[in-house]
């Protein structure tokens, strides 16, 4: 095949190229600025098929005209190579770590997914995949955490992220709608709960190749102090329980809490089948979203000695009797009016409140139900001087280590001091001695 052009060396070592034009005749000599004949073909044969001739060769710009001559044939390869969807992500990986891109999308990915989509799936219970994962590593998330991040994706990140893909979803985007007036202006608690309510979902994201890191810079949780929750003293709460109450329940439950620091979602899932002449197991808690019981909140049982134990078991006992669908030793103690279902615990601090403001307590409103729960330890840690063994009882963790030691705590040691310290709080109306067979059938009933 005749090339377009011939090549020629001239005296001074360079090599020149003459092109042959469309008319027949032949261009003016063109240096190519080298003395090596590989390289004066390879810039020759450039040339003849880019039609890209430039007026001087043997000059500065011709290093540069070189080069672009090179990303004219990038582009070129570019328009037309077919391409394997590792090279495409090997080209998008260059691009975002020279700076030249921030994210890329690709069509038909997990990275193409709306934002509103995904949201939508994570934080659904019964889809969720995160909630899934964390089912099968033995971490069970409430209902009512799923249910509390959803409504604030819903108020606050999807109005402003919908109709973007997943994979275009960037640090700045997140900024900036944290940095929204009607965000800032709440209280600095509020807002960690709206960043986690995001960053939780793309952090299982980017674990799971959804999309590339996003380094969350800016949107680092707050340093919130909780103001310290009003509790009761021993003399107060003496009182609020020796006065009359318009409701038997509501201060039923109040005295379970404040004797036993049980939760109120344990208290709702309290049973007959719970309560044992030693004390009450406390292995399970309603669920007011799924209405059924779940695990408790640390997932693990406990036990809790009854420290007035004749007359508070009696109580409950009696309670539960009136159940009237008592037909197994599963019906609730506190029942409602439906089949298997507690009753609500809203009134029980509507009518703490009322019994507190005939006490003459200056705040009543500062009391909430889970105020009982502070009282209980912060109580019991007036006794007993080792953390361990009320966050045993309490079904506290805190930290690493005392989780640690709560659990090798030594049952029947830790059971005897804390009734020692339920005597000389709340008295104890019962012999001291247990009957062994009651205690074996409690220890039995722990272990199952």
Known sequence: MTRPYSLFKKSNGYYYVQFLLADG???????????????????????????????????????????????????NSM?????SPEEID?????????????????????????????????????????????????????????KNERSRVENYWIPKLKGKCIGSITNDMLKDIVSDKKIQKLAGKTINGIVESITTPLKWAMKNQY?????????KRRNTKSEERAILTME????????????????????????????????????????????????????R???????????EARQIPIPISKELREELLFLGKLNPFCETDKAYIFCSDKCNSPMDNSGWVKYLRRALEKIGYENPNDIVFHSWRHFFCSR????IPDKRIVMALSGHKTSAMLDHYAKHLEDEKTLEIVRQAMKELFGDNEQDSVDNAAKQAFKDKLSA
């Open 236 to 287: 107060e709460a003496d009182k609020v329980m020796n006065i009359g109450w318009e409701n038997d329940k509501a201060k039923l439950a109040n005295k379970l809490a404040m004797q036993t620091g049980m939760r109120a979602s344990e208290i709702r899932g309290l049973r007959i089948c719970d309560i044992h002449a030693e004390g009450i197991i406390v292995d399970h808690a309603w669920d």
């Open 90 to 146: 090997k080209m998008i990986s260059i691009m975002q770590k020279r700076g030249f891109i921030l994210s890329a999308v690709k069509p038909n990915s997990k990275q193409s997914i709306p934002i509103e989509e995904f949201l939508d799936e994570f934080w659904n219970y019964e889809k969720s995949p995160y909630v899934q994962e964390l089912a099968l590593e033995g971490k069970i998330l409430s209902r009512s955490h799923v």
């Open 211 to 219: 999309i590339e890191n996003i380094t969350f810079y800016g949107l």
């Open 380 to 383: 019991m840690l007036d006794v």
């Open 25 to 75: 005749s032949r261009s003016q000599n063109k240096s190519t600025g080298t003395k090596d004949r590989k390289e004066a073909e390879s810039i020759a044969m450039r040339w003849a098929v880019l039609g890209d001739i430039p007026e001087r060769i043997n000059s500065k710009a011709e290093k540069a005209k070189s080069q672009s001559v090179d990303r004219i044939s990038f582009f």
């Open 79 to 83: 328009s037309t190579y077919e391409f």
């Open 289 to 299: 979203y799924a209405r059924a019981n779940k695990c408790c909140k640390n997932g």
